[in-house]
């Protein structure tokens, strides 16, 4: 009998949630977009990515045709433009730098704003100026450590997409929970739907069970697509088990949904719920290093975002994918893991009211 | 099971905070009849309906549904009784068909939703989302969702609130029907019409307590005065204390016009003529009504229900 109702729930819980366009774009289609988006943009590139305007009066000298070439040599794409119209450009406000001068007496200005930005272009500036100085004076070139480039597990040899990838994962763990379970919760508390199920001989434990297996479901579903996204578009692929990987989300895929039902015992409306939502969402997702490594903030916020549970199931996720890590290598952040799901899990179950 | 009463209360008090909700409330419905509790809104109608749901919980008092406690017994109960909210919010991505298969796949037995979409008149609406429906087609769902497992009792909390005279008269035709199919109906209602036209008894309930039950037949003709004259003027109603003093009765003043109680409809009607042929009163127009629950209700608490 309980079986039997569970199946309907499922299968009409799946058919619901997936027709909400809002729900289906945000959980499905919205992480390829990022992994297509910031991948491109941040990775694969094989030129340096610096784009320069310099400035010249008058026509090009001998410095400056050495120090142009030694620039296109290190892949910098150098725009000469004159005076007036380099004014222009700069007064614009989206060069991060412009070199101005000629005949060997250069100036770099770099815009303040964009300061971050212009670093990279600096140093090869700088680097390539003392080339063409050395060649003007007859020495050879300077000689160059050797760089080799390659992932910190050694097993995948990709490029930033590799990185994001299971930071995606476990990203959109996290909004299953607090996005799609919690505003679901609080709208049919709010509007009286569970009071209308209270009535009827629907168990809750069968209501809420096939609530959350519809949404892991989804959430293995929208995996399956990024995964497939991500070795297509830049040949990346998962070097751990996909057990391990699936049993990963599941276990993420309770805590944070846990963590939904939770918060939304504290809020009576849907828009209170949001502020709520928004409000924890925000910190464990900048927290986490979903899209960029947290190395170079202090110490005491990267010791609190290292027992958060979103930050331990993305060095997971990464360690499984991107260095096919068994769990078993992984147990501290599991543990971490887990405890989270319990607690929230706990919580939430003697939180929940139906009606 | 075999009790002979559909349900039965004793005692029922419930309070949220410091509002005292139901105060001492004792119901007997036999099965088989529509009963009506009337009251305004906050009289406690639906508290009182959600103790005997099974949703809330009592703070004193017993309740027995179909002869069982919700305490010990609240599993069979809800196979049992449908139940209808003033506004069920289903999903807003739910069609009409889901909605009552969903529905039917929590009790043992349910009907085919195929059967019910003709009940209800939705054979049409069977595959359009629920948030498409008319407000009175949405109630009909309602009710749909409150027959799908056959009901021995059915709860309706004022099923017609908010819909025009023709969903409501469609409403009502399939409350009947509820009754000569055997089934117990206990509605809450606020319209006096609804009340009147519907019920085999009423309840009115204020403040938490039920002041006066009957059949709305008893009741009206338990107020000493069961009939009314309307005096209408043209424009608003002049001052009536000359009238009431010359009459000797008393005179209840409305906007454009007078209400005057009449216990001898034909002695006291003669006078109520008399005294505006007397006075030269710009009356436009005369007429006689019977008494309503409304009347009914402003007697026993002083207060009209829309207030």
Redesign the interface.
Known sequence: MHARIFWQQLRIGLILYLRIPAAVFWIIAFPIVLLLGLGTVFGGKQDSGVRLVWEQAGPTTKEDALFLAALGARGAVVDIASPSEAQLRWKGGKLPAMLEGQGGHYTLRINSYLAGQAMQTEAIVQEQFMVAQARAQGFGDPERIPVAMSSPGGHQGGPYAAYLLPGLLGLNLLMIGVFSTGIVDVTLRAKGGYKRLATTPLPRHVYLGAQVVVRIIVVLVSAALLLLVGALAFGIHNQGSYASLVMVQIVGAGCFISLGYFLASFAQTPEVYSGIANLIFLPLMLLSGVYFSLEGAPAWLQRGADVLPLTPLIRVLRAIFNDGAGLSNEWTEIALIGGWTLVLFLLATRRFKWV | MSSSLAIEARGLHKSFRDVQAVRGLDLEIPRGEIFGLLGPNGAGKTTTLEML????RPDSGEIRVLGMDWRSQG?TI??L?G?Q?Q?????D??KVR?AL???G????RARAPSELLRLLHLEDKAEAYQRRLSGGQRQRLALG?ALV?DPALVFLDEPTTGLDPQARQVLWDLVRQLKSEGRTVLLTTHYMEEAEVLCDRVGIMDRGQILQLGTPRELIAGLQQPSFAEVEFLGSAPDSRPFAERLGLPVECKDQSWAVPLGDPKRDLQAVLACIEALNLPMQQLHVRRASLEDVFLQRTGRSLRD
């Open positions: 749901e099974g949703l809330v599993a809800r196979t009784i139940v909210f506004s069920t919010e289903l999903d991505h739910v889901e298969e969903m529905f796949s929590f009790y043992p969702l497992n």
